[in-house]
Nanobody
Framework: QVQLVESGGGLVQAGGSLRLSCAAS????????MAWFRQAPGKEREFVTG???????TYADSVKGRFTISRDNAKNTMYLQMNSLKPEDTAVYYC?????????????????WGQGTQVTVSS
């Protein structure tokens, strides 16, 4: 059974940092693009950042310069380092894996999803 399990969420003050992890099991995703999405209350799930098999990455404009995505293929794990957090970053963060090696921003392009981890940034 393929599973993606996020961890590392929590409550942090504005300006603080958090590091999210996404551990995959059941198969390897070393050749696949993976991504982080987030969903705030009452809003659509949106693309945050994605990474391909070789470490190339893409970021949403809202997080550029503050968030860093990385992956450890040997551990089948992806990470999201979030710095300079803002209250508008508050959301449930989901990791996702695509069937292809290409990073895309569309939710429908990812076929494996984690259960999500809550990130709350207080002002």
């Amino acid at each position: 059974q393929v599973q993606l399990v996020e961890s590392g969420g929590g409550l942090v003050q504005a300006g603080g940092s958090l590091r999210l992890s996404c551990a995959a099991s059941g198969r390897t995703f070393s050749s696949n693009a993976m991504a982080w999405f987030r969903q705030a209350p009452g809003k659509e799930r949106e693309f945050v950042t994605g990474i391909n098999w070789s470490g190339g990455s893409t970021y949403a404009d809202s997080v550029k310069g503050r968030f860093t995505i990385s992956r450890d293929n040997a551990k089948n794990t992806m990470y999201l380092q979030m710095n300079s957090l803002k209250p508008e970053d508050t959301a449930v963060y989901y990791c996702a894996a695509a069937p292809s090696q290409y990073i895309t921003m569309g939710r429908d392009d990812y076929n494996y999803w984690g259960q999500g981890t809550q990130v709350t940034v207080s002002s």
